[in-house]
């Protein structure tokens, strides 16, 4: 059955196909705090037995798409870098055990792959102690740690309050030496206003913007809830009244699965769902949209992560070493606006691109000092190497019939 799409020369991807895309690993290659200011304003769920009240509030991070088969970018049929714009951010941080100090990788969209990252000191440094363990045949040394992150704006529906910066280690005022002023952060207080940061009269505000970064573990957690709320219709916020009817062409709108006849497994489904496909008709190979229809309108929209508050909080994984957590998703009120006592100032998300630019060469060489002379290197320094690479889209599906 054909849906009546235009051919166009790159299509879309839906949020669910962003955030799948962005924890797909690249194949394995041979070879296996610093002050940063993407350290303030930072959120983490509680993880004290109590929860808060969020909304993820979706950017528009221009994004390179990277064909992981081919270790290269994506370009159309005039050779331009297909680039996408996702409601995210991905980045890579470094931390170095010994000297405790982290920066932001700069090796690019293509650091996963051995010689085709830009360069990057800190990589450089991770990969010469990865093939030191090599050679060695051992566990050290293992100073420098890699993490792929990804990072969201979130609003926090709590009381904030505007406290002076303090030094933690001498409880001293931290102070801008060209205002003479203390430095301010935002800082949440008890939803009953009934702690410190109100008995000592600080400023108050409701609501507070803040990125949240997530590691893989959270990010997967975070991407099968957003799946989830996928049955629910954001035209007329009725709870689980979404049904699929097809997955079809962006580019001709033939149908490539229908739900009601398929004799597709759930893995299968799975695949085709959230990774490039070939339309028969055509012959495009790229993701297919998604056709639904509400069982309770007549213009039936898919909701998404961003149209709910969602409380949220941590908990210690059950049997992990450390201080490893599990998200745990309490509950999701919507799909619903935003409540009106938050601002527009408290509906736009913040620069994350800015906040986590990668961290300058010669600032990573302070750092962590220039790395020694590797003869094994091998192009295998600047990045190169494996890792993951999964991503969600802003696009909905589409409703039949429209």
């Given at each position: 059955m054909a849906f009546g799409k235009d051919r166009a020369a790159i299509g879309k991807m839906n949020l669910r196909q962003e955030m799948k895309r962005g924890t797909k690993r690249a194949p394995k290659s041979s070879g296996g705090g610093g002050g940063a200011p993407y350290f303030v304003n930072k959120y983490q769920p509680p993880d004290s037995g109590a929860s808060d009240i969020i909304r993820v509030i979706p950017g528009s991070y221009p994004t390179p798409r990277v064909d992981l088969d081919a270790k290269d970018y994506v370009r159309d049929k005039n050779g331009n870098i297909v680039v996408d714009n996702f409601s995210y951010i991905k980045y890579v941080e470094y931390y170095h055990a010994?000297?405790?100090?982290?920066?932001?990788?700069?090796?690019?969209?293509?650091?996963e792959f051995k010689g085709k990252g830009q360069p990057c000191v800190a990589a450089d440094w991770y990969?010469?102690?990865?093939?030191?363990?090599?050679?060695n045949n051992s566990e050290k040394p293992n100073?420098?740690?890699?993490?792929?992150?990804?990072?969201?704006?979130?609003?926090?529906?709590?009381?904030?309050?505007?406290?002076?910066?303090?030094?933690?280690?001498?409880?001293?005022?931290i102070m801008n030496q060209v205002?003479?002023?203390?430095?301010?952060?935002?800082?949440?207080?008890?939803?009953?206003?009934?702690?410190?940061?109100?008995?000592?009269?600080?400023?108050?505000?409701?609501?507070?913007?803040?990125?949240?970064?997530?590691?893989?573990?959270?990010?997967?957690?975070?991407?099968?809830?957003?799946?989830?709320?996928?049955?629910?219709?954001?035209?007329?916020?009725?709870q689980d009244s979404i049904e699929q009817v097809a997955?079809?062409?962006?580019?001709?709108?033939?149908?490539?699965?229908?739900?009601?006849?398929?004799?597709?497994?759930?893995?299968?489904?799975?695949?085709?769902?959230?990774?490039?496909?070939?339309?028969?008709?055509?012959?495009?190979?790229?993701?297919?949209?998604?056709?639904?229809?509400?069982?309770?309108?007549?213009?039936?929209?898919?909701?998404?992560?961003?149209?709910?508050?969602?409380?949220?909080?941590?908990?210690?994984?059950?049997?992990?070493?450390?201080n490893q957590t599990t998200l745990q998703f309490l509950r999701a009120i919507g799909p619903r606006q935003i409540d009106k006592v938050y601002g527009d100032d408290l509906r736009k998300p913040l620069p994350l691109d800015k906040i986590f630019a990668p961290t300058p060469i010669d600032r990573q060489i302070?750092?962590?000092?220039?790395?020694?002379?590797?003869?094994?290197?091998?192009?295998?320094?600047?990045?190169?190497?494996?890792?993951?690479?999964?991503?969600?889209?802003?696009?909905?599906?589409?409703?039949?019939?429209?």
């Open positions: 010994v000297k405790n100090r982290s920066c932001i990788g700069s090796e690019g969209p293509l650091g990969w010469y102690e990865w093939r030191l363990r090599k050679a100073a420098m740690a890699r993490r792929e992150k990804f990072a969201f704006t979130v609003l926090v529906q709590a009381p904030f309050y505007k406290v002076p910066r303090t030094d933690r280690q001498t409880g001293q005022l205002t003479n002023e203390p430095y301010y952060d935002w800082l949440k207080g008890s939803k009953r206003g009934n702690d410190e940061y109100a008995s000592a009269g600080y400023e108050r505000k409701e609501g507070h913007l803040q990125h949240w970064s997530l590691g893989y573990g959270h990010w997967s957690s975070l991407t099968e809830y957003t799946d989830s709320l996928a049955r629910h219709c954001r035209a007329c916020s009725t997955l079809i062409c962006q580019h001709c709108g033939d149908a490539i699965v229908e739900f009601d006849s398929t004799s597709l497994t759930d893995e299968e489904l799975e695949k085709v769902r959230n990774e490039p496909t070939a339309c028969s008709s055509c012959g495009v190979v790229d993701y297919l949209e998604d056709m639904i229809r509400c069982n309770s309108c007549g213009h039936g929209e898919q909701a998404t992560l961003f149209d709910f508050d969602i409380e949220v909080k941590r908990v210690k994984t059950a049997g992990a070493e450390g302070e750092l962590f000092g220039n790395v020694p002379e590797d003869p094994q290197a091998n192009g295998q320094g600047s990045g190169g190497g494996g890792g993951s690479g999964r991503q969600p889209s802003t696009k909905g599906a589409r409703s039949y019939g429209s």
